[in-house]
Nanobody
Framework: QVQLVESGGGLVQAGGSLRLSCAAS????????MGWFRQAPGKEREFVTAITWSFANTYYADSVKGRFTISRDNAKNTVYLQMNSLKPEDTAVYYC????????????????WGQGTQVTVSS
């Protein structure tokens, strides 16, 4: 069992930065692929980025490439999402997820989810 708690969301102006954190409980954290997804009002949840347990692979949605960076610290059981050059269209609730998905971009492959943290980008 893994429990995930996100933090770091907030209100920021366009062009600004935020760093989200996701703290995980459980001794098997290091064996999971960790992902970030987001859901804007009236829209479906969408993939943002993911990092495999071995650090060997990272994946990014086209909309965030070059602006967002995912990282993880297995010693601290924490995954981070550094978000730079934020745009109003990045406004959403951001969710951290853990699992062993066959396809890292697919939400259905993740077993554990956090409660979400709100990110609002003003224009």
């Amino acid at each position: 069992q893994v429990q995930l708690v996100e933090s770091g969301g907030g209100l920021v102006q366009a062009g600004g930065s935020l760093r989200l954190s996701c703290a995980a409980s459980g001794r098997t954290f290091s064996t999971y692929t960790m992902g970030w997804f987001r859901q804007a009002p009236g829209k479906e949840r969408e993939f943002v980025t993911a990092i495999t347990w071995s650090f060997a692979n990272t994946y990014y949605a086209d909309s965030v490439k070059g602006r967002f960076t995912i990282s993880r610290d297995n010693a601290k059981n924490t995954v981070y999402l550094q978000m730079n050059s934020l745009k109003p269209e990045d406004t959403a609730v951001y969710y951290c997820a853990a699992g062993r998905p066959v396809v890292a971009t697919m939400a259905g492959g993740y077993n554990y989810w956090g409660q979400g943290t709100q990110v609002t980008v003003s224009s």
